[in-house]
């Protein structure tokens, strides 16, 4: 097999014993307290936060554009509709912006 595939399948194992040791560790407690909670709560925020803000920082007037299209989809639509607007924008200002 190669390298690539080797890589993919050690990040699936990574991601799924990661998820399934929190988990375990959540689940021993009877209750969680209200701070846990909300800390939890906000960790896809801020995972999402890491994966934009980088591209942000050194993006051209393309992914500016989508990136304000997907800010006022959000607004309105749910996730898939953010999502597509977002894409599209990038896609067709690729294409054609440059």
Do not use: K
Request: hydrophobic share 60%.
């Amino acid at each position: 097999m190669s390298t690539t595939l080797w890589i993919i399948i050690a990040g699936a194992i990574a991601t799924y014993l990661t998820r399934v040791g929190g988990h375990l560790v959540i689940s021993r407690f009877e209750n969680v307290h209200p701070r846990v909670e909300a800390g939890l709560n906000a960790v896809p925020a801020a995972v999402l936060t890491t994966l934009v803000a980088p591209a942000a920082l050194g993006a051209g007037p393309a992914e500016w554009a989508a990136l304000v299209v997907t800010a006022l989809a959000s607004l309105r639509g749910g996730l898939m509709a953010m999502f597509l607007a977002g894409a599209a924008v990038l896609i067709l200002a690729r294409q054609f912006v440059g």
